[in-house]
């Protein structure tokens, strides 16, 4: 079985600031990892992916993430938010034989000018 | 990657009648996916759909309120059937790609408003 948390269902920063928004996941077997961005009136957008390798992934828009065991963590970060990040984020988790994605209830990140 | 259209984009429909949501890739793939997205919630995993076969639905979905059709590997139909208000939601489509199909690409999603 997989699950995953996201902890702020909405989270506020100012423009320039560094945006963190966190995704903790349960999973029985080596997880997939997944951080999407969805816009206004819009379907999702993949923004990063963590599958096997290196743990930083990098991703589009300067969206990074890291993939901690021990934490059981996927916290996806960007170091200066821009005002059209404001979006609702949602990370998702998949592994082993399972394709489904199991998405967590999402984060709307606002950016204040 | 792959690029998904939908259509409709929107609809208001009665309380009653039925919806078929129509699914368009511009690539040939194996595994499809229908999700409803309820408002100001997260997706949720209505069924599978594979080309030439039955679609597996999630608990809680059945086959008679929405059923599902994959004549060919670049297209889909998800029909919500005898719809209410419940079924107001925001309905997407996405493709699996990669070798465990589990990298997904999502359409624009299709509006539904029951009356």
């Known amino acids: 079985a997989q699950s995953v948390t996201q902890l702020g269902s909405h989270v506020s920063v100012s423009e320039g600031a560094l945006v963190l928004l966190r995704c903790n996941y349960s999973?029985?077997?080596?997880?997939?990892l997944f951080w999407y961005v969805q816009y206004p009136n819009q379907g999702l957008q993949l923004l990063l992916k963590?599958?096997?390798?290196?743990?930083l992934v990098k991703g589009i828009n300067g969206f990074e993430a890291e993939f901690k065991t021990s934490e059981t963590s996927f916290h996806l970060t960007k170091p200066s938010a821009h005002m059209s990040d404001a979006a609702e984020y949602f990370c998702?988790?998949?592994?082993?034989?399972?394709?489904?994605?199991?998405f967590g209830k999402g984060t709307l990140l606002t950016v204040n000018p | 990657s792959a690029v998904i259209s939908q259509k409709p984009s929107r609809d208001i429909c009665q309380r009653g009648t039925s919806l078929t949501i129509q699914c368009q890739v511009d690539?040939?793939?194996?595994?499809m996916f229908w999700y409803r997205q309820q408002p100001g919630q997260s997706l949720t995993l209505i069924a599978t759909?594979?080309?030439?076969?039955?679609?597996?639905?999630e608990s809680g979905f059945v086959i008679d309120k929405f059923p599902i059709s994959r004549p060919n590997l670049t297209f889909s139909t998800l029909t919500v059937s005898n719809m209410s208000p419940e079924d107001s939601s925001i309905y997407l489509c996405s493709v699996g790609v990669g070798t465990r199909y589990n990298e997904q690409f999502f359409g624009p999603g299709t509006r539904l408003t029951v009356l």
């Open positions: 998702a988790v998949s592994g082993g034989s399972n394709y489904k994605l199991t």
């Open positions: 963590y599958t096997t390798g290196a743990t």
């Open positions: 999973s029985s077997v080596p997880p997939y």
């Open positions: 759909a594979n080309q030439g076969s039955e679609a597996t639905y």
């Open positions: 690539s040939q793939v194996t595994m």
